[in-house]
């Protein structure tokens, strides 16, 4: 009984350390689930939804298919779950500006100055943004694409034109709109022509027209 259960251990410990043989099972899963995402992300963002595969993900990770179905059901679990990852990183985004405890307004610029700089660094924003470009290609449902935004930034603007910072003359609602259609198109934009290098300078633009636009009238 000794040999059986001593070459398990050894074979075990030879392929992990002390540290994650004691890592609890749950962590253990949960850390392997985000290093699948990570890679999965990059290859969505690289090469798109249709010619990337399990196979290709679980190369680029470095694990087996086997490993990397334990932890999805399919290629559509791991788009689902990287489009999830996208929208979840906004939420966090405006907790920390709105921390800052800013003006509406500076509110305001500052999570759209994030929000770019997320869009030109972040390879899950990257991932979700091309998963979202290619939906009609992918058959399973995707979490539905630019609401959240618009409701996010209705009450900022709410406040801001409150605060007389903002035009009164159009709803909140429909300057939010405007803005996520004029930060989408930006950078979609800059991300077709020039893989969003030189995102921070369109924006800058975008800026510079769209809130001078807010301005009351
Ligand atoms: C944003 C993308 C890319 C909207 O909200 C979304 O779904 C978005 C991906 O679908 O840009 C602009 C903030």
């Known amino acids: 009984m000794k040999n059986t259960v001593q070459p398990i251990i050894a074979t075990t410990a030879r392929t992990a350390t002390t540290e994650q043989l004691l890592e609890p099972k749950q962590e253990r899963a949960a850390r392997t689930r985000a290093h699948i995402l990570k890679f999965a992300a990059e290859l969505f963002s690289e090469q798109g939804y249709q010619r990337t595969s399990i ?4 190369k680029r990770v470095g694990m087996t298919k086997g490993a990397v179905y334990f932890h999805f059901k399919d290629k559509d679990d791991i788009a689902i779950a990287v489009v999830e990852a996208h929208y979840q990183r906004w939420p966090m985004l405006l907790d ?3 921390a800052l405890e800013l003006d509406p307004l500076a509110t305001l610029c500052e999570l759209l100055d994030r929000m770019a700089r997320a869009f030109r660094d972040e390879i899950v924003v990257q991932a979700g943004s ?3 470009a290619e939906r009609s290609l992918i058959n399973t449902s995707l979490p539905q694409p630019y609401q959240d935004w618009i409701d996010r930034l209705t009450p900022l603007l709410a406040e801001a034109q409150e605060a007389g910072q903002v035009r009164t003359d159009m709803k909140a609602e429909a300057l939010a709109r405007v803005l ?3 930060f989408f198109g930006m950078q979609h934009i800059s991300d ?3 893989g969003r290098a030189d995102l921070a300078e369109r924006w800058a633009e975008v800026r510079t027209v769209v809130l001078g636009a807010l301005s009351p009238r």
């Open 130 to 132: 091309r998963l979202q």
């Open 55 to 58: 196979a290709d993900v679980a």
């Open 96 to 98: 920390k500006v709105k």
């Open 180 to 182: 996520v259609s004029s």
């Open 192 to 194: 077709i022509l020039h």
